[in-house]
């Protein structure tokens, strides 16, 4: 059973370009989460997705940060106009859901922006 | 708002010590609580989760965490370390307030010397 996949690992871009980053859950996990790690820092919860719809975003920047799980394909975190400051890793976790939820998560997109 | 505090951020031990790292969080409710280990150049893994039931918690590769509710605790522990638990390990809650997001603590890099 693959994991969660996400691609592309690195990504490097200059400042004012765009980011695309995509995620594909694990087989039968319908549940999407993003996660952003700063260096030095542990994870924070950037957004919460189930199929086409947003759940929670509320650790999302109000701007330049959008998200989206359409029905069919991957999640995608895209940054417009990107920054020096969305230099980061993110990783992207998937679930069932549920009470016992247990999230597992992606190897991570190393994003530089020069 | 619900947070985590990972006290020990850089950890040294020779190989065969024991291990024990802190965690405490900040809520006093019921809690569903993870450690979560980070090998270099790698994505994150699930070592152990607590959702009710026994406090002590077995998770993979030997190490264990026991959930002290009064003290507001998830310490995790291992009895003699290996040099390839050279790693990052970082304790999560998952937040009280609804939807399924995980709050981090910052981390702890444990590097075993043989």
């Known amino acids: 059973n693959a994991g969660v996949m996400q691609n592309p690992r690195h990504l490097v871009r200059r400042r004012g370009q765009e980011a695309r980053l995509r995620c594909s859950p694990m087989?039968?996990?319908?549940?999407v989460y993003w996660y952003r790690q700063l260096p030095e820092e542990g994870l924070k919860f950037m957004v919460y997705l189930q199929k086409e719809n947003i759940i929670d975003e509320s650790g999302m920047p109000k701007e330049r940060f959008s998200a989206e799980f359409p029905k069919e394909g991957p999640s995608i975190l895209r940054i417009q106009q990107v920054v020096r400051g969305d230099s980061a890793a993110y990783f992207c976790a998937s679930s069932y859901g549920g009470a016992t939820d247990t999230q597992y998560f992606g190897p991570g997109t190393r994003l530089t922006v020069l | 708002a619900q947070s985590v505090s990972q006290h020990n951020h850089h950890v040294i031990l020779s190989e065969a010590a024991s291990l024990e790292l802190g965690c405490n969080y900040s809520?006093?409710?019921?809690?569903?609580l993870f450690w979560y280990v980070q090998y270099p150049g790698q994505h994150l893994q699930l070592l152990l989760k607590y959702f009710s039931g026994d406090p002590l918690v077995k998770g993979i590769k030997g190490f264990e965490a026991e959930f002290i509710k009064s003290k507001f605790s998830f310490n995790l522990r291992k009895p003699s370390v290996q040099w390839s638990d050279t790693a990052e390990y970082f304790c999560?809650?998952?937040?009280?307030?609804?939807?399924?997001?995980?709050?981090f603590g910052a981390g702890t890099r444990l590097a075993v010397h043989p």
């Open positions: 087989k039968g996990h319908s549940h």
């Open positions: 999560a809650v998952k937040d009280p307030g609804g939807y399924n997001k995980l709050i």
């Open positions: 809520y006093g409710g019921t809690v569903n």
